[in-house]
């Protein structure tokens, strides 16, 4: 629209000065021009009255189909002032004005291709039937026998057909390159949106349960491993260089609370695995919830017992109130669930305040814990309290400066561990005698299960999901970006935008089309952004990239549909051929020029679309098959495509004048120079081709439209060739052809040349239509060129921030698998699957493995010298991650670590279901889980064996493993936890409680798989294991080599 108005204009300013400039304004021959220079200036201010309102009249913008068909009105109707007035009408009489109407409504007015076609075949076929009605009425009395009116009339059309054609297929082009790159923005905003809605939900995954500086930490470490070089061995900038990152902090004044569910086993083992995960997601959901309402970070849960720190990660003043109220407020909510449901459980709550070791040891699964001697006797603070009770150290009670009252504790009484400590229990200042209401329950309750009256009353407690939070990701997505839709943003949306959309005469429902603004900016925002600095580097004068390397792939950047361009340049060197035919003098020298021409383009046609025949390319001769290569490498070949495009162009320009030069020589023989007097009949005149000066300045005029065609070409080439072009036809039809104007003028018009009009003189005629020309291509080009280099950059944009998604992507999941199973974090974040849902899996045979390091205990010690315990843990870090690096070889590749307690690693094997029905297959998988279970057992005691003699230690391992139905889950609410649980989860737990060292202590049942699969064990006899009175254990022999099966 813009340049719509602007070209207006220019040509009406042009006018008026060349109007004023040659003595058409003075008597008498004003009169002869009034009318034209009266329409001109009302056109002129009209198109500034538009063009000022443009800025600030909304209506105004929103009617751009309106408002081109205005402004194609002005001009079609000065056209028509022009053919009438300034002299007599002749056959070509202001077709370039015409040529330039068809072409304006396709290239600078907003309107669809319908409309354009409408308009621009309009306009054309109104010119030839006012024409070929007028001229011969007018002049048939004066020049009954106007020689080759016919003749010039279908050179007329044939012009307009290839304007028309020119029109539309630069048009489609450009609307094409807009689909498709609209449609490359909405694929990449769909996925970009999936994607952030993925990311999203992997980070919210990943800081459930971590805190945010260790996944930070955790998350750059991995990209700065992912981006090193491959081979490249260059030294870990930590001051310990033999040893792996440790993602450990020391945190000083805070307070530790331990809990433990008194009677929870006896309740455990009447629930079904489905009713064990709800129960146990509810109590320790609600949990989480008084932990966050008083300023605590859970740590882990063991089972039924579950910690938390306050003061983590940043300190807090009132680490020991906020962990004494936690304490309360968890046994108030215990005892209020036994007195409405009458089971016996309670709350033990122990707490102590102290310095801490916190973060992440090893590479799989990782868990926040927290280690220190301080944490040790917390541990033992819970196991020494009473049921019902907070027992508190006298460290803890000297932070709570006086919140609470309290009494002698007495722990030393109940757990040996804490001899010679003083020990209180915290009183409840809200304790009363009253019993809450019991909630409604069906008749007969005192008849049903404790796990059925507990889960029905934890109907009534607030719905806590594990990842509640993931479940509306795309709303907070939305907030978190929101506030960058008012921030700066100066890419030119011009250039991203195509201005045709916004026009009122489209074919397509712009409803189904079109987003809204706000939703479209929200998808589009960050892309914008992301090439605002790029757009920046693009010189705006000579549009080149001030970055070399962006500029030469730009170059080399393939070109798509080369060959709808060169069929479309070659439709207009046809086009120059047809009109020089129709009404130039026919001669040797045009046989030649087009003999040697016409092959040549059509031999450069034939190799652009060879390879797309490709039905064609069978039945090529093997010593022309280089043209079909030659042809499929065309677009992607920058010099190949430059020499072949120029080739195109040089020929058509060529062609547009080059016969004329050869037939007003024939012309200049006969006439001397400014002596037209001398030849006084006209049909000598015009047998002699002197009418055919204006044909040949619309071939002119077509070849520089030729230029046009090619879309993707760079902008220099294309302005260095116009400019070429322009100076040699201003040079030939101002100065060279000058006798021969003033004689057509002379003959056909009148010899006082200010009698003609400014648009009939060839001169005048020539130069106004060559520069208008010109402006109008340079606009395209430079209009095509910044499309084109702007979607150069949207392309590289979206390329690299897929590679930057799928980069962190790909990190994230790397994370997640190192946080829980991939399987269970595609669970919470999968389409079909509600995030509300709790997730829960029963598996009948799965190998448990516990394998503790008791001498850890002895070995950890906290002084300045090992930095308060954090070498030890550096070195406990070491084998954790030795331990870590088996489950990556694939004959460990069922394995599944748990979890680390303290020095005590936990794994299972056999977390995968099977079809139903495949007992025999689930029978076979049972011996090959526990055979791979005894190996990943016998593979870590010889990686401690290793790392024992590098580091002069004598560490040796405790290992408990047995088999059995278990079932999986997730529990918790602001930090999820994967586990599993199980009768045969706490037999392992047994199994490695009550082993050796150095030996790997099994089941009965367990025994007999191991020896079938090719193991021998020994046995060791009854042990005693607590809540499962005597049973019968073996030890595996582990002193030969592992047999091969």
């Known amino acids: ?141 004066t020049r009954p026998n106007i ?57 919210g995954l990943l800081l459930s349960v971590l805190p945010r500086y260790i996944a930070v930490e955790l998350k750059s470490e991995v990209i700065r491993r992912l981006s090193k070089p491959k081979g490249d061995e260059t030294k870990e900038t930590s001051s310990h260089p033999n040893f792996h990152s440790l993602y450990i902090r020391q945190h000083r004044d805070v307070s530790i609370l331990y809990a433990d569910i008194v009677g929870f086993t006896k309740l455990a083992s009447t629930c079904t695995p489905e009713e064990l995960v709800a129960v146990l997601n509810k109590l320790f959901g609600k949990f989480d919830d008084i932990a966050k309402k008083n300023e605590c970070l859970r740590i882990k849960i063991l089972g039924d017992c579950y910690y938390c720190v306050s003061g983590l990660p940043d300190p807090i003043p009132t680490h020991a109130v906020n962990c004494v109220r936690m304490g309360l407020d968890m046994c108030t909510a215990i005892n209020e669930l036994r007195r409405a449901t009458e089971v016996d459980i309670n709350m033990r709550v122990g707490v102590h305040s102290g310095n801490v070791l916190s973060g992440v040891i090893g590479s799989q699964k990782w868990q926040y814990d927290v280690w220190s001697n301080d944490v040790t006797l917390a541990n033992q603070m819970e196991s020494g309290g009473l049921p019902g009770r ?130 479209t900016l929200l998808k589009l925002l960050q892309i914008l952004i992301a090439i605002q600095r790029k757009v920046k580097k693009l010189n705006w004068l000579t549009l080149l990239f001030n970055d070399l390397t962006v500029e030469k792939q730009f170059r080399l950047s393939k070109v798509t549909n080369l060959h709808y361009s060169i069929s479309c340049i070659f439709i207009i060197f046809v086009t120059l051929f047809i009109v020089q035919m129709l009404v130039s003098e026919k001669n040797f020298q045009m046989a030649v020029s087009y003999g040697v021409t016409f092959p040549v383009m059509v031999a450069l046609l034939v190799i652009s679309f060879v390879a797309y025949m490709k039905k064609l390319h069978s039945k090529l001769p093997l010593n022309v098959q280089w043209v079909e290569k030659l042809s499929r490498n065309l677009p ?43 030849v006084t009949n006209t049909t000598y005149l015009e047998g002699h081709g002197l009418y055919n000066l204006p044909y040949y300045l619309y071939c002119c005029l077509l070849a520089m439209l030729g230029v046009m065609v090619f879309v993707r070409i760079c902008f220099s080439v294309k302005g260095f060739l116009l400019t070429l072009a322009v100076v040699v036809y201003l040079a030939l039809f101002l100065k060279v052809y000058e006798n021969e104007s003033s004689c057509l003028v002379d003959v056909f018009y009148d010899k006082n040349h200010t009698h003609v009009g400014v648009l009939k003189d060839p001169q005048i005629m020539s130069g106004i239509w060559l520069v208008i020309f010109y402006i109008v291509c340079l606009i395209l080009a430079r209009r095509d060129e910044l499309t084109c280099r702007v979607d150069f950059l949207l392309e590289c944009c979206f390329q690299t921030e897929r590679e930057e998604m799928e980069t962190m992507e790909n990190v994230n999941k790397l994370l997640l698998q190192n946080v829980m199973p991939l399987h269970v974090a595609s669970f919470f974040m999968g389409k079909a699957v509600s995030n509300q849902d709790l997730y829960s899996e029963s598996y009948e045979c799965v190998c448990v493995l516990f394998a503790s390091m008791p001498q ?29 690096y088996l489950l990556s070889k694939p004959k460990f590749s069922s394995v599944e670590k748990i979890k680390t307690i303290g020095s005590t690693y936990m794994a299972a094997a056999g977390l995968r279901h099977y079809p139903a029905g495949e007992d025999n297959k689930k029978i076979d998988m049972t011996y090959i889980t526990v055979r791979t279970m005894v190996e990943f057992a016998i593979a870590m005691m010889s990686k401690l064996e290793k790392l024992n003699q590098h580091s002069f230690n004598n560490f040796k391992l405790r290992i408990g493993v047995n088999h059995g139905p278990v079932i999986a889950g997730v529990i918790g609410a602001h930090k999820p936890q994967y586990d599993i649980w199980g009768n045969s989860v706490n037999v392992a737990s047994r199994m490695e409680s009550t082993g050796e060292l150095d030996k790997i202590q099994v089941t009965e049942e367990t025994s007999q798989i191991i020896q079938s699969v090719g193991y021998d064990v020994t046995l060791r006899g009854k042990v005693n294991v607590k809540g499962k009175g005597e049973l019968t254990t073996y030890f595996v022999k582990t002193d030969h080599m592992t047999p091969q099966f």
Not at 650 to 678: D, E, G, H, K, Y
């Open 147 to 203: 020689p080759q009116l016919a003749e010039q009339l279908v050179a007329n059309a044939v012009l307009f057909v290839c304007v028309n054609c020119f029109g539309v297929f630069h048009l489609w082009m450009t609307e094409n390159d807009l689909r498709a790159s609209n449609k490359k923005r909405e694929e990449f905003s769909a996925v970009r949106s999936q994607k952030e809605v993925k990311k999203y939900q992997q980070e």
């Open 1 to 141: 629209m813009l340049s719509g108005l602007l070209l207006s204009i220019i040509f009406c300013v042009v006018i008026i000065i060349v109007i004023a400039t040659t003595g058409r304004t003075k008597e008498p021959y004003l009169n002869d021009h009034v009318g034209a220079l009266s329409v001109v200036c009302v056109v002129l201010c009209l198109n500034v009255i538009v063009l000022a309102c443009l800025p600030w009249v909304a209506t105004v913008r929103r009617c751009g189909g309106a408002l081109a068909l205005f402004i194609w009105g002005m001009l079609y109707v000065t056209a028509m002032v022009f053919i009438f007035t300034g002299g007599e009408v002749n056959a070509w009489e202001q077709v370039a004005f015409f040529l330039f109407l068809s072409l304006s409504v396709y290239t600078v007015l907003p309107l669809s291709l319908t409309w354009a076609l409408i308009v621009g075949i309009g306009s054309s076929v109104s010119h030839i039937i006012i024409i070929s009605v007028y001229v011969p009425v007018k002049n048939a009395n």
């Open 856 to 884: 850890f205990k002895e070995f950890y010690s906290e002084s300045s010298a090992n930095g308060d315990g954090l070498e030890c843990l550096r070195f406990l870090n070491e084998i954790i991650l030795d331990f870590d």
């Open 636 to 678: 992607a070949r920058a010099v190949v495509r430059l020499f072949l495009v120029t080739l195109c162009i040089l020929i058509t320009l060529l062609m547009a004048i080059l016969n004329l030069v050869v037939c007003l020589c024939s012309f200049q023989i006969v006439l001397p120079r400014r002596n037209c007097t001398s």
């Open 390 to 519: 907070v027992h508190i150290t006298e460290e803890t009670l000297q932070h709570l400066n006086g919140a609470y009252e309290v009494e002698d504790g007495d722990g030393e009484s109940r757990n040996t561990h804490l001899n010679g400590r003083k020990t209180f229990l915290v009183i409840d200042p809200n304790k009363t005698s009253s019993v809450p209401r019991r909630p409604n329950l069906p008749a007969g309750e005192n008849k049903q299960r404790a796990s059925v009256r507990m889960s029905q009353y934890l109907k009534s407690w607030k719905n806590i999901h594990p990842f509640a939070d993931l479940s509306n990701p795309e709303k907070n997505c939305l907030i978190m970006d929101h506030g960058l839709l008012y921030g700066s943003l100066t890419v030119p949306v011009m250039f991203v935008f195509d201005s045709r959309e916004n026009h009122l005469f489209t074919t397509t429902p712009t409803g189904k089309r079109r987003e809204s603004l706000k939703e």
